[in-house]
């Protein structure tokens, strides 16, 4: 131990110094603090026996976990985790607990799920490891029944219950320094989590509750510890190119042919077991694009372990943290485990697709995320949407409108560099078809990037009837630019500038008759803009994405629809919110702050024109595969009209 200065900085008021003299108690709580941290103490006395890597423990074979350990000892009185399986959290706790034997004469409290779990847990993991650590070894009694499967007593007076959810150890009302819940989610009696966490109050300063659990339901235990925690910590692995941190996500990891649709499911099976026998999946550096294998992913993690500027091993927190934490919430994915490799977990999500109870067990298994009923209800998830793409016609077909889509619409989103829009189309019951959803580059203040909209906006599609089809209806988000939004609209027929509106009882379309461009006395283009209703559009919309027949309100997309696409067009969630007086009404949030949603804004607004439009599908549907051609264009000359056959506008 070094030797202690006697100047001692006042942690409250940093810079100023005072001294002090050690009195012996003084002096054992100093050194208390000075012991080794979790991490350290368990890579000194910590011998692994049931592992691929048997011998002492080295932080290094899992890099994540020796943060995972430290802000466990951060945490001032409650550490919960929410883990993938087989990600070595339950042996992190157990960490814990072995250094209180060795550091602690208190007592301790382990329940697992159920007694078979702890019973095999004991006799295969916890008391083999206690015996291969020298430093707890010799603090065994030497009477056999100080060391069972439901208890351990050492000669310095520790004591260790271990129990399952039911068991009497859990319920009894003992007080205990350390407790720890692990799998909480899959307790079998609703143990008292409260009561659980309420014993270890006598012990001030000292006692500490650990939970840990693979997730279940979103309103699961495991879920509802981690939101409420004071602090949540992310871990950042650091790319061995070029050495810039990150947040790993899912997202990232991607594969050959990530984005291609599968013919059926045999075939997503056979793609599955090439990545997983091949070791093809890689994970995608978000700053500098280089793909990491397994390898470069293991580096990336110990790199990141390594890193303790503003985190602890790597754990960065999401809020700012001043002081001590209460209480410390983490989530450990499989990709953070060097136990797993990226193919592993890729081909598992991939044989996962189209089953809802499959995926559900890979969001809770892999990412450590929870995936429940109510969550499907409410939110969409981009995978289901992703499953579901299709390939609309035989690979020769010259066609790009299925039979039954017979008018098409197109929304634009003006953006800073670009158009995003999407055209889509529309048949009886509003059934749909994705066509295109493609990105215009320029800059919006200059007429080229206008130009090649109005040439898009020309473009003819060829209708399975052997029929050509233009688009019908246009509009264009005139939020982020109005004015050369309203310029291109004023010289068009059947293109409408656009506005959202997100009151909660907007109607779909408000649509002033007067629509006659005019100019302001500061001499610029005024014409009344559409206003949607997009709370009302997003409602219907969401009801739509649940559909999973082709039929009323089913959207059909193809495989030339990426991933990212799904990502932003369920980028936000249906939640009701209780106004004054207690009227619920419907809002939509983003999933989380800064994700894009454009697909969802362009969707939105091609619903308003299919509405606006109101067409007559079946007179259309009729004429189409008469061979008669009646669909017109939207972004001709005013004098030309529309030749839409339409019941309204
Ligand atoms: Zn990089």
Redesign the pocket.
């Given at each position: 131990m070094k030797k202690r200065s006697r100047m001692q900085t006042n942690p409250l008021t940093p810079g100023l110094f005072y001294s002090f003299r050690f009195f012996p108690a003084e002096r054992q709580v100093f050194e208390k603090k000075e012991e080794l941290k979790l991490s350290e103490h368990t890579e000194k006395h910590r011998v692994v026996i049931k592992s691929s890597k048997p011998g002492p423990w080295k932080n290094e074979n899992n890099p994540a976990l020796k943060g995972i350990m430290d802000l466990m000892e951060f945490s001032k009185k409650l550490f919960v985790l929410v883990k993938c399986v087989q990600g070595g959290g339950s042996e992190a706790a157990h960490n814990y607990v072995y250094k209180k034997m060795s550091t602690s004469r208190h007592n301790a409290l382990l329940v697992m799920e159920s007694e078979r779990k702890t019973a095999r847990t004991m006799k295969q993991r916890f008391i083999p490891a206690v015996k291969a650590s020298p430093k707890l070894a010799e603090k065994l009694s030497d009477n056999p029944d100080d060391t069972t499967n439901y208890s351990i007593t050492l000669r310095t007076g520790f004591n260790i219950n271990i129990g399952w959810s039911n068991s009497a150890a859990a319920l009894a009302s003992d007080p205990y320094e350390t407790v720890v819940l692990d799998e909480i989610d899959k307790y079998k009696s609703s143990l008292n989590i409260e009561e659980a966490k309420d014993r270890i109050t006598t012990y001030g300063e000292t006692g500490k509750g650990i939970i840990l659990s693979t997730p279940g339901h979103e309103n699961g235990p495991i879920m509802q510890e981690y939101k409420t925690c004071e602090a949540h910590y992310d871990f950042h692995a650091v790319?061995?190119?070029?050495?810039?941190d990150?947040k790993m996500n899912f997202q990232n990891i991607t594969w050959p042919d990530k984005d291609k649709a599968f013919k059926d499911d045999k075939e997503r099976h056979r793609v599955a077991n090439i990545i997983e026998r091949d070791k093809t999946a890689r994970y995608k550096?978000?700053?500098?694009?280089?793909m990491w294998n397994d390898y470069a992913r293991d580096q990336a993690l110990i790199l990141g372990s390594q890193n303790n500027l503003n985190s602890i091993n790597g754990w960065k927190p999401r809020e700012e943290v001043n002081k001590r934490p209460v209480s410390i919430g983490v989530k450990f994915p499989s990709w953070l485990s060097p136990f797993k490799s990226l193919s592993t977990i890729s081909a598992r999500w991939l044989r996962a697709q189209g089953n809802i109870a499959k995926l559900q067990k890979w969001y809770n298994n892999e990412a450590a995320e929870p995936f429940s009923e109510e969550l499907t209800g409410k939110t969409i998830k981009e995978d289901v949407l992703y499953a579901r793409r299709h390939i609309y016609g035989p690979e020769d077909a010259k066609w790009q409108i299925p039979m039954p889509g017979c008018v098409l619409t197109c929304f634009v989103d003006v953006q800073s560099n670009r158009l995003d829009l999407e055209t889509i189309a529309w048949g009886k019951d509003y059934e749909s078809w994705g066509i295109e959803y493609q990105q215009l580059y320029g800059d919006p203040d200059h007429p080229e990037l206008w130009q090649s909209l109005d040439t898009y906006l020309r473009k003819e599609f060829i209708h399975e009837s052997g029929n050509k089809l233009s688009i019908s209806i246009c509009g264009i988000d005139e939020g982020y630019k109005s004015t050369p939004v309203r310029e291109f609209v004023a010289k068009r027929k059947g293109v409408f500038n656009c506005k959202g509106s997100s009151h909660d009882s907007k109607q779909l379309i408000t649509l002033n008759r007067s629509r006659q461009p005019k100019y302001t006395h500061s001499g610029k283009l005024y014409i009344q803009p559409l206003i949607i209703g997009t709370n009302e559009a997003k409602k219907t919309l969401f009801s739509w994405m649940e559909i999973t027949e082709p039929g009323p309100g089913f959207m059909h997309w193809h495989e030339g629809y990426s991933y990212d696409y799904f990502k932003m067009l369920t980028a936000e969630k249906m939640d009701t919110q209780y106004k004054r007086g207690g009227f619920p009404s419907i809002v939509f949030k983003p999933q989380f702050k800064g994700i894009r949603n454009e697909a969802l804004d362009i969707r939105v607004g091609n619903y308003a024109m299919i509405k606006l439009l109101n067409p007559d599908f079946k007179h259309i549907a009729v004429g189409l595969t008469s061979g008669i051609k009646i669909v017109g264009a939207a972004g001709a000359p005013p004098v030309r009209g529309r030749r839409i056959v339409s019941k309204g506008v």
């Open positions: 790319c061995p190119d070029c050495r810039q990150q550096c978000e700053h500098c694009g280089s």
